[in-house]
């Protein structure tokens, strides 16, 4: 594992205090959890609504994940807002962030690689895939959809989501937790929120610990590039590159 670098180390807190400690970070998860789950699905619900269910699987989609997006959005801006004194990173990524780009990028394609071969060969008796990809709602979006899927994942969907997994959830948990607690943390809540939609779909258990440990090691995956920039803009970059790619790759095959 690569090592974190010294300066990060340094511009956090290491000793707890009674405001930025265990009991505080597990009562700010204990409320942002279901505030935003109830938000994003009374965002996505109102968005089915407003262009109908009749209205195609693509466009659904489209409303759906942009509702989504700005609930996360409406909670991050809030908690910082609430927080007068917590500052999300914004900084553009200089040279020294390239490697961590790059590597992350690299990491997400092999996990996403390596996810579409389990369940081809090690799960096969599950039906995962295609499964997978409807469970995921990933297989909506066809033809123009697709590209406009792509689009949405570089400007709203990377960013919004790096903002509010990374930029407030990990750094917040940060001030209490070691890098690896706070990034493992922040990712298994990254892989909660991808994953409790399809459990109302009613999928085998494997599906979901399946699914769960995908998004789970793709959130750790975001989460170290964070850490090791130190700026949310560098994950919403991979985030955004690797979503888009998945979404075009169909249209060139």
């Known amino acids: 594992m690569v090592d974190l670098p010294s300066t ?30 109830v938000l994003n699905l009374a965002a996505s619900l109102a968005a089915v609504s407003a262009v109908g269910s009749d209205a195609g ?24 807002s609430f927080r007068s004194s917590f500052q999300v990173p914004i900084q553009v990524p200089d040279r020294d962030a390239i490697p961590a780009l790059i590597g992350g990028l690299g990491m997400s394609f092999a996990t996403a690689f390596l996810s579409l071969v389990s369940t081809d060969a090690v799960l096969p008796s599950v039906e995962l895939s295609p499964g997978f990809m409807q469970y995921t709602n990933l297989a909506a979006p066809t033809g123009v959809g697709l590209v406009i899927a792509a689009v949405l994942s570089l400007a709203l969907i990377g960013p919004v989501e790096e903002f509010f997994f990374r930029g407030v959830i990990q750094q917040r948990l940060r001030a209490s937790f070691s890098a690896r607690i706070a990034i493992g943390t922040a990712g298994l809540v990254f892989a909660v929120f991808h994953v409790y939609p399809v459990l109302l779909l009613s999928p085998p258990i494997a599906a979901v610990a399946h699914m769960t440990l995908y998004y789970s090691v793709m959130g750790g995956i975001f989460g170290w590039v964070f850490e090791r920039t130190n700026t949310f803009v560098a994950p919403a970059l991979v985030h955004g590159v690797f979503n888009a790619v998945i979404f075009v790759v169909p249209l060139l095959t």
């Open 8 to 37: 990060l180390e340094a511009t956090v807190p290491n000793q707890l205090s009674d405001e930025t400690g265990v009991a505080s970070a597990v009562a700010f998860l204990a409320l942002t959890i279901p505030i935003t789950i």
């Open 57 to 80: 699987e693509t466009l659904i989609f489209i409303a759906g994940s942009i509702a989504t997006e700005l609930s996360f959005l409406l909670v991050g801006i809030g908690y910082v």
